[in-house]
């Protein structure tokens, strides 16, 4: 009777365990259930805010190469404008060059029909030598007008000639008379006009010798050098070659 009790009693703590343990395994069930559902929302959060994530980058991917295309555009468009600014810049410089050679070719044309207007008053007015004086200074050039140009070529033959022998003649006469600073300015004046006549190479001579008196050796010798130059042969070129020899050491 016992030992049937005791199995009895056996039979009933079996059960009871095999009951908790159920019971346990059930709780443990669920709460892995419930684990697992927050597992997948979680998962599902993650996902969402990776896929967000993913699409801002791409947004963001996006508006920069939109932005690199159009910052390559606006390059491109800027080294044209720079272009464009430096061919105006070539046509305004070359403008403002055509400018300014008119601007030269007029003051020169200008320079040059005031000096032949004062030049015809003078000659009209018996001024041979300052007729020539202003017309040696002229710019000639070959677009003037033929008339104006036949004037010139007129006065130049009457006045050149005969002005670059008064002023030689007026200088040696002052030379004569001591005045070596006048002779100096009549004689340069003669051969500014003509260094090709027959006396140019006596103006050479006394030029020198009017430096010489005035003091000034240096420039006597440079004279006498560019008379054996210009003039070989001169009847003065002895007498310079001894001048200078003479005053080359008195420099």
């Known amino acids: 009777m016992r030992k049937l009790k005791k199995q009895n009693n056996d039979k009933k703590t079996l059960w009871i365990y095999i009951a908790v343990f159920f019971t346990v395994i059930f709780i443990l069930l669920i709460i892995t259930a419930f684990s697992q559902i927050k597992y997948n929302r979680n998962i599902d959060k993650y996902k969402s805010e990776i896929e967000n994530e993913q ?6 991917q996006l508006n920069l190469n939109t932005a690199l295309e159009e910052n390559k555009t606006l ?14 810049k070539s046509q305004i410089d070359k403008k403002d060059k055509e400018l300014s050679e008119l601007k030269n070719k007029y003051n020169n044309a200008l320079n040059f029909y005031e000096k032949l207007r004062e030049a015809e008053e003078e000659y009209n007015n018996g001024n041979i030598n300052e007729c020539a004086l202003i017309l040696k200074g002229v710019n000639l050039q070959d677009d003037y007008d033929d008339i104006s140009r036949g004037l010139y070529d007129d ?12 002023l030689y003649y007026e200088g040696y ?3 004569i008379q001591g005045n070596f600073s006048q002779a100096i300015e009549k004689f340069k004046n003669s051969l500014y006009i003509s260094e090709n006549e027959y006396f140019s190479d006596d103006s050479y001579f006394y030029l020198a010798y009017s430096e010489l008196g005035n003091g000034n050796t240096e420039s006597a010798v440079n004279y006498m050098k560019e008379l054996i130059n210009k003039y070989p042969d001169s009847m003065f070129k002895q007498s310079a070659e001894d001048f200078i020899n003479n005053h080359s050491t008195k420099q």
Do not use: G
């Open 55 to 60: 699409s801002a980058k791409n947004k963001y």
């Open 75 to 88: 390059h491109s468009e800027l080294d044209k404008l720079n272009k464009d600014i430096e061919n105006l």
């Open 155 to 166: 006065l130049v033959e009457l006045t050149f000639y005969t002005a670059s022998e008064n």
């Open 173 to 175: 006469n002052l030379y």
